[in-house]
């Protein structure tokens, strides 16, 4: 809403694929709520099915990550949400796809595992190894923790 997005202007001001490296940046919430993060367990596709994960999805072009996080989580969770700090760090995933995280705080709405999910968990902070988190996931979360958790 605030014009046209700078090329190149670095991590955290991505316009879809991301100018300096060329891959597309998949923004992913560290969703908390009176303490908890949310993990959602993916329903799609095959390879992944089964395995949690931080919810959200591709910035679009143009789009800015923190519009696309508060996008997904919408589309995906039917909350709104507020994204926060950006968890420092950015995680590869299949070739051309890199994950960056932002935490987020729960405005309004009970999740529910609307697109793409079949099972959502709040995790209190001593519970986080308790789901089988993607691989791609894995450092993600642990860092999340360290920042959001002190853990
Ligand atoms: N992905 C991995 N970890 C995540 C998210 C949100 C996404 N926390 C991977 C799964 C897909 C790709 O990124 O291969 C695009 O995600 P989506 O648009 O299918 O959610
Ligand atoms: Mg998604």
């Given at each position: 809403?605030?014009?046209t997005a700078h090329h190149g202007a670095?991590?955290?001001h991505g316009t879809g694929p991301d100018h300096g490296t060329g891959a597309v940046v998949v923004v992913a919430a560290a969703l908390l709520d009176r303490g908890r993060l949310l993990a959602a367990r993916r329903s799609a596709?095959?390879?992944l099915a089964g395995r949690w994960e931080l919810p959200g999805g591709k910035v679009?072009?143009?789009e800015?990550?923190?519009d696309a996080l508060v996008r997904e989580l919408r589309e995906e969770l039917g909350v709104e949400a507020e994204p926060g700090e950006r968890i420092p760090g950015e995680w590869p995933l299949k070739p051309g796809y890199v994950l960056r995280v932002w935490s987020a705080r729960l405005l309004s709405g009970d999740p529910l595992p609307l697109e793409d999910h079949d099972e959502l968990r709040w995790l209190a902070p001593g519970e986080?190894?308790?789901?089988?988190?993607l691989d791609q996931d894995r450092p993600a979360?642990?860092?999340?923790?360290r920042r959001l958790f002190g853990a």
């Open positions: 809403p605030h014009g670095g991590p955290g596709p095959a390879d679009e072009p143009g800015r990550p923190e986080l190894d308790a789901v089988d988190w979360v642990a860092e999340a923790a």
